[in-house]
């Protein structure tokens, strides 16, 4: 008897060995995969997986080797200064939505001071290493962020007194900030570049 309870003890004990999961039923289960939103399509639970936009256009034709090197010119112009007019968007909502919150013309001029003085200090060492056409792009490309032309933003925020003083210096360099973006006539091209560069695709 003793003998027989001594076999059934091995086997129990060959079992747990062999099929862990079974006797230690609390131990965590590893599971190796990543981890993704679902959605509930037709009674059945999918993975849900959002891909980013990819940008497809007609390839294009140079018709001579100075169209060739405008364009890869316009590619790295993109590349310097549209981070440029994303910066410059967000301080203008994030400047828009703070003097919202003050009191008083009195404070939000004073602010606004704070803010001219605060961009010059940080742009103007920027600002000079552009070129003129880096330049014209940048005011362009800030209107196609913000939806506004740099003259009637400077306008909005500091007066038209600065608006029109900012614009004859500008013109001075033969730029305008009241030149509107275009994406589908003169920009057109520009917007192409200005696409495929913020989805890294060149």
Do not use: W
Request: net charge positive; hydrophobic share 40%.
């Amino acid at each position: 008897m003793r003998k027989r309870r001594y076999i059934i003890a091995v086997l129990a004990l060959l079992a747990a060995a062999c099929y862990p999961g079974r006797t230690h039923a609390q131990e965590p289960r590893h599971i190796q995969g990543f981890l993704v939103p679902m959605c509930v399509y037709d009674g059945d639970t999918i993975p849900y997986v959002r891909l980013p936009n990819v940008y497809v256009f007609q390839p294009l034709h140079f018709n001579s080797e100075k169209e060739r090197r405008a364009y890869y010119k316009l590619v790295r112009d993109v590349k310097k200064v549209y981070p440029i007019s994303l910066e410059v968007n967000q301080a203008i909502i994030e400047t828009y939505e703070y003097l919202q919150t003050l009191p008083d013309k009195k404070s939000r001029e004073r602010h606004l001071k704070r803010v001219e003085k605060g961009i010059k200090q940080q742009y103007t060492p920027v600002m000079k290493k552009l070129t003129f056409a880096q330049g014209k792009l940048l005011i362009k490309l800030i209107d196609r962020q913000s939806h506004q032309s740099s003259y009637e933003l400077v306008k909005a925020f500091l007066g038209p007194f600065r608006a029109g003083f900012y614009q004859a210096f500008a013109a001075l360099f033969g730029a305008s900030l009241k030149k509107e973006y275009d994406p589908t006539g003169e920009d057109k091209l520009t917007e192409r570049v200005v696409l495929l560069v913020s989805n890294g695709q060149i």
